[in-house]
Structure formats: C-alpha cells, structure tokens
C-alpha cells in the first residue's frame, strides 16, 4: 500500500514537472515569435515602433476631439512629432486649437492654449477661420484686437466686416493661423459663406483710426 502511494505520488510530481516544462517550452516559443515578428518589423521599417493618435479625418480647429475623428497606431519613433500623444485618454474631449490633417499624429501643440476659456462679448457669437498667417497680419493677432474683414473673390475684393472682435487667435498647421472672431449673429453666415466662396484677409487698423471711429460714433 505504502509502495503504491509512494508509486502515485512519484507520478504525480512528474505530471507537474512535465506540464511545467510545457508551459515553459509553450511561453519561451511565444516569446520568441514574438521577438521575431517585432525585429522583422524594425528590419522592414527601419526604427522602433510606438503607439500614438491619430486622426483618422480632417479635424479643425475648434472640435472637440472623439473616437469618431482619432484613433490610435503604431508609429516610427524616428518620424514622430515633437510632443506627439501617445494615449487617446489624454486628448479625448479637448478642443483642437489648431487643424489636423487626417493621417497626422497628434501633437500636444495641437491643444496649445485649449484649457482657456473663450471670453465672447455679449450679444456676439464666435466663428472661427483658418488663414495663411499673411492673411492674418502675419499671424501677430491676439484676443482683444480689433480687426476689418475682407472678401477678395475672383473679381473683387470687398470689406465684408469692420470691427470685428478677436476672441482668440493661435497657430494652425504649417504657416497657417486660426483666428476666433466675435461678430453679430446675422454675420456668422457670411463669415461662413466667404470661406467657402473667397479668400478672407484680415487687417488691424491703427489705434488713432479706432479712437476717432470711436468719438464719432459717440
């Protein structure tokens, strides 16, 4: 009796050696595929690999960023953007104060200035415009400047609006600025319009014009 415990036990203690070697065997091979799969990734790529968001549509400056316009992907290190975002987490629900391009990663320069609140005179609304920065005085707008917008088309230009609040303003992709402006509710569609049907120039009148506008109106 004592023999065929001491017989089952010894099985036993087997068994487990064996399932552990298998385990280990099983790990180890793992293990190593997936070595394998990630250096013959670097050897076609190049470089280490880093997962980070990215747009998967154009997103504008002003939308809130979503499942539904970024998502995440592996990258090379090598060819990433400065302060580029690696977790979805930390973007999702924030305003982009600059356009993305869909395609490209996203970059904490995207948010720069997007924990500030937009202060909008009452009675005004905010619509916001991308211009090349000498559309937009050379991209020197800040909020609280006073600006006249014009509508050049094909066959002319004309001043579509004068005086029109800087709510905020920011750098844009590449050379390009976007600008908030605060104007009157019936001009937010003309703002609009112009974009799609002109090119829109902004210009900053010089302070002595502003303050005799301002005593002839009053």
């Known amino acids: 009796m004592a023999m065929k415990r ?83 987490d930390d973007v999702s629900g924030k305003r982009a104060t600059s356009s993305i391009v869909e395609g490209e990663v996203l970059s904490s320069r995207h948010f720069e200035g997007s924990s500030l ?15 090349d920065q000498a559309q937009a005085v050379g991209g020197a707008l800040e909020a609280g400047s006073i600006v006249d917008v014009y509508a050049s088309g094909p066959s002319e230009t004309s001043l579509l609006i004068s005086g029109a609040y800087v709510a905020s303003a920011g750098n844009g992709s590449g050379s390009s600025s976007w600008v ?25 009148p010089s302070q002595t014009e502003k303050e005799e506008e301002d005593a002839e109106e009053q």
């Open 6 to 88: 001491k017989t089952t036990m010894a099985l036993c203690i087997a068994s487990a050696l064996t399932c552990a070697f298998s385990v280990a065997l099983y790990t180890g091979q793992v293990r190593q595929e997936a070595n394998q799969a990630r250096n013959e990734a670097l050897s076609r790529y190049g470089g280490e690999q880093l997962e980070v968001c990215v747009a998967s549509q154009d997103i504008p400056a002003g939308e809130t960023i979503t499942s539904a316009n970024a998502t995440t992907k592996m990258w090379l290190v090598d060819l990433l953007p400065t302060e580029a975002v690696e977790s979805f």
């Open 117 to 131: 609140n937009i202060s909008v005179p009452s009675g005004l609304q905010a619509v916001s415009v991308e211009l």
């Open 180 to 204: 908030t402006l605060a104007v009157e509710p019936s001009q937010v569609e003309q703002v609009i319009a112009a974009t799609q049907s002109s090119t829109l120039y902004l210009t900053l």
